[in-house]
């Protein structure tokens, strides 16, 4: 499929799953907007994309400004918006140190709740003006599911990711705007980028088919068959090897 005159925004796409969309819609012709904060790999991911199709905006996804900025660099139009951006706080809600911090809550809760809603009301504002529709895709987890200790707060998080995903379809439904939520299960991406090669090893072997953890391209090559079909609305997908995380 060639997406060639589409303008996307893909946010946290300075690196992992948001870095592979990002690469992947510009291979096929669109042109990108690489939404992330000042000090991530941004600027280079998008000097890298071919043919000058990508753009970098610093964007802090809970900031208002800052997202009004970086959809205003999409240009004329926006056919597709895809939220990658998030973060991960370990904590018991009751541990040894005491009771789960609030603020680390409240950020969890900002940045991958508020900042993903944050992306799709406003892009949705310009794709629903330039009358053509567009495709909204935010990213969840399989722990909105199966949380795991000390995942209480991004399990939270990414649970409301999935519980906004069907009305917020059936909203923009006049518009012509589909909204989709992909929920990777365990992916070799930055999270995990510090970890030993044999506890990703171990990790990986724990997924029961492919045996290993999911490339990012994986996650991208999802993200564009979302967008090829237009049967695809207001869905929850699973891309986890068949995985269901133990406590």
């Known amino acids: 499929m060639s997406l060639k005159g589409l303008s996307c925004i893909v946010t946290g796409a300075g690196s992992g799953l948001g870095k592979a969309t990002a690469e992947r819609l ?81 950020t969890t809760m900002d940045i991958n709740v508020s900042g993903t809603f944050n992306i799709a009301r406003l892009a949705a504002e310009k794709m629903a003006a330039g009358k053509k529709g567009g495709v909204i895709i935010n990213t969840a987890s399989i722990a909105a599911y199966e949380g795991q200790v000390g995942q209480v707060a991004y399990a939270a998080s990414k649970a409301a990711i ?8 059936r909203e923009l439904a006049g518009d012509k705007i589909r909204v989709c939520t992909i929920a990777p299960g365990l992916f070799d991406t930055a999270l995990l980028a510090n970890l030993p090669q044999k506890v990703k090893d171990d990790l990986g072997s724990t997924v029961p088919c492919p045996s290993r953890l999911g490339n990012p391209e994986e996650f991208a090559q999802l993200v564009l068959a979302i967008v090829e ?19």
């Open 229 to 247: 079909n237009p049967m695809l609305n207001g869905e929850v997908i699973r891309l986890d090897g068949a995985l269901r995380m133990q406590p």
């Open 162 to 169: 999935v519980g906004m995903t069907l009305p917020m379809a």
């Open 26 to 106: 510009a291979r096929h012709g669109a042109r990108v907007v690489i939404a992330d904060l000042p000090s991530s790999q941004g600027s280079e991911v998008a000097a890298s994309l071919p043919d000058g199709l990508g753009k970098f905006a610093a964007c802090d996804v809970s900031n208002d400004e800052q997202v009004h900025n970086a959809i205003a660099m999409t240009g004329d139009r926006l056919d597709i918006a895809v939220n990658c951006a998030g973060v991960a706080f370990a904590a018991k809600t009751l541990g040894r140190k005491g009771p789960h911090p609030l603020d680390k809550f409240k």
